[in-house]
């Protein structure tokens, strides 16, 4: 069987979205493709009370696998895990011999699998189970993934290399994510020759695609731990533009733009009154069209009911975090959005950008 074990050189890189072209490329190209995540962090429960790793969600329900989320998903890193790991209450070899016993698993139904590590090749050291052990143990090639630049992302790509050797894990290739248009040409010259001191090829470079950074509605939910109050229906829509707004109603009409997430205090009633009506406005001209906005409201007082009913009325989507409006954007600022199962435009477009700039011969 091909495998492919994916680490990246660090946290967001873009593994995710990686393993997401890799293997609806190597479907493409005719092969059966499994997908193992051996250890996750991040989990979610199922309808049947099955706790499994999140990206496991989306691949199963993607390309529509047919294996257990225990043998998909075969270990998992809650909250205090090291802890008792530290204190002796887990057993190492049980560890090891659930996630061997999964990759069995696959290999038997599969021609190939993509093995999506977590994080970079470091991460789990603490548990003697990291993305490099678990590669060795598998006896599996390694992809790694890198930031699309130059200097730094070679760095990064060393240290990762490094551990590499040290558990006799092959590094198969790299590939560049986010890689800028106009650095394109010459990171890919200076990569490629970089790597050949490792006898390494650059497999790919895939470009910097800024709908894939859009959060949504959604993400805003997770992130400030709250519920739509209005606009549920929207709840995968996406934002272009973030504003604070603090400025006058006068001013404010005249900045009025699609695609655009406002965040205000839910005090200030003249701001979100002045977008319902360009809402109503834009409705009544363009009887098919909306305005595609969506609100935060912030403060110590949350928004009153009438507020509420008119913005159910338009369905714009609206929450409400119980935060300043400092804290708020200093929140979105420094939150990452991941591709969610539900989020099937940004699953596609994470697909066709990625599956076009692999060297798919190279891989394979």
């Given amino acids: 069987m091909k495998t492919f074990f994916i680490a990246a050189t660090g946290q967001n890189i873009g593994k995710t979205t990686t393993c997401l072209g890799l293997m609806a490329g190597l479907i493409k190209r005719g092969l059966s493709v499994g997908f193992l995540k051996p250890i996750g962090q991040e989990y979610i429960e199922t309808e049947f009370g099955v706790h499994v790793d999140k990206d496991v969600v989306l691949f199963k329900s993607h390309f529509q696998l047919n ?4 043998e998909m998903s075969p270990v998992l890193f809650p909250r205090g895990f090291t802890r008792d790991y530290l204190d002796g209450k887990i057993d190492h070899g049980h560890l090891v011999e659930k996630i061997e016993k999964a990759f069995r698993a696959i290999q038997t139904r599969y021609e190939a699998a993509v093995i999506e590590g977590t994080g970079h090749t470091g991460v789990g050291s603490i548990v003697d189970l990291n993305n490099a052990q678990v590669a060795a143990k598998l006896k599996c090639p390694m992809i790694l993934v890198a930031s699309g630049g130059l200097g730094s992302s070679f760095d990064d790509l060393a240290l990762n290399y490094t551990q ?6 092959r590094v198969a290739g790299v590939i560049l994510n986010r890689v800028l248009d106009e650095k394109r040409e010459m990171v890919l010259h200076y990569m490629s020759q970089a790597l050949k001191r490792w006898k390494i090829p650059l497999i790919g470079a895939i470009p910097y695609d800024p709908f894939l950074s859009l959060p ?5 939910e997770l992130l400030f731990q709250t519920s739509l109050l209005s606009g549920q229906r929207h709840r995968l829509r996406h934002f272009e533009h973030i504003r ?5 109603v006068e001013m404010y009409q ?9 965040i205000t205090p839910a005090s200030r009633e003249d701001i979100i009154l002045a977008t319902l009506t360009r809402y109503w406005n834009t409705k009544i001209s363009h009887p098919e069209e909306e305005l ?7 403060g110590k007082e949350p928004p009153k009911l009438s507020i509420i009913e008119e913005l159910k009325r338009a369905n714009l989507p609206m929450l409400y975090a119980p935060v300043s409006n400092f804290t708020a954007m200093k929140m979105i600022n420094t939150y990452t959005a991941k591709i969610r ?3 099937t435009a940004k699953i596609h477009e994470a697909i ?10 190279a891989v394979l």
Avoid: N, W
Avoid at 67 to 70: I, S
Avoid at 164 to 169: A, D, I, L, P, S
Avoid at 254 to 261: A, G, M, S
């Fill in 244 to 248: 604070l707004i603090a400025t006058s």
């Fill in 341 to 343: 199962e539900e989020d």
């Fill in 67 to 70: 294996d257990p989320y225990e």
């Fill in 352 to 361: 066709e950008i990625v599956e076009s700039h692999i060297d798919f011969d």
């Fill in 254 to 262: 005249t900045e009025i733009v699609p695609h655009q997430l406002i």
């Fill in 164 to 169: 590499c050797e040290k558990y006799g894990v």
């Fill in 292 to 298: 595609p906005t969506g609100m935060i409201l912030t």
């Fill in 216 to 220: 949504t509605m959604g993400d805003f």
